[in-house]
């Protein structure tokens, strides 16, 4: 089955340790993409990916790192100098083949840090 | 500043009617505009999209249109079914800028 996985599902940190969240992605796709999500708000971008070892800051990137080794994933590490990392974080993924093209998502990483 | 918006949180419809959820944008150089749904602690599914050339956009139960000149778009889900209750967002592109802008959401409550 073609599709997106991140792991783990549910994720506690305490205050001041780095985690690094994994997305995976077997659908052939160019683009991926880092999204957070908070109660009540829209889907925010951390950073995204168009080609392999290069990567683009999106709105909020402040406190997060990314890696673009291989084409099939872009792991997400969230710093100790992320200032509010508790969240829904999700990993989307995207063909460039043509004008438009939907980003299909994975299941989601919840993060808490304790 | 929100560039797409959606102003109703909750909405509220009887089962076998039609569900209509708005959007709002204020970019007049968005040409690409999708409708995605969510389930909670899941990631969204593309439901359908339209881009500009087009005002309107149908797939089964689901109908978007596209008000250009008001910069407004709709979804219409007919008949609503219970598994349609979920939360919607609306998102938007300029050309092959690939990034995606999202709105708030919508959450849908169908009752039996």
């Known amino acids: 089955d073609g599709g997106i996985t991140q792991s783990p599902k549910y994720l506690f940190r305490k205050e001041g340790q780095n985690v690094t969240l994994s997305c995976e992605q077997n659908l052939n796709h160019d683009a991926m993409y880092w999204y957070r999500q908070d109660p009540g708000q829209g889907l925010r971008l951390i950073y995204y990916?168009?080609?392999?070892?290069?990567?683009q800051k999106g709105d909020i990137a402040e406190g997060y790192s990314v890696s673009r080794e291989k084409k099939e994933s872009f792991p997400l590490t969230v710093t100790s100098a992320q200032k509010n990392p508790t969240a829904f974080y999700l990993c989307a993924s995207s063909s460039l083949a043509g004008v438009y093209n939907e980003q299909f998502f994975g299941p989601g990483t919840r993060l808490t840090v304790l | 500043d929100q560039q797409v918006k959606q102003n109703s949180p909750s909405l509220s419809v009887q089962e076998g009617r039609i569900s209509i959820l708005n959007c709002d944008y204020t970019n007049s150089m968005f040409d690409y505009f999708l409708w995605y749904k969510k389930y909670p602690a899941e990631g969204p599914t593309f439901l359908i999209s339209i881009s500009s050339i087009k005002d309107k956009n149908e797939d089964g139960r689901f109908t978007v249109f596209l008000n250009k000149s008001a910069k407004h778009l709709s979804l219409h889900i007919v008949p609503s079914q219970p598994g349609d209750s979920a939360v919607y967002f609306c998102a938007a592109s300029v050309g092959s800028n690939y990034q995606l802008i999202w709105g708030a959401g919508t959450k849908l409550i169908i009752k039996p």
């Open positions: 990916s168009q080609i392999v070892n290069d990567f």
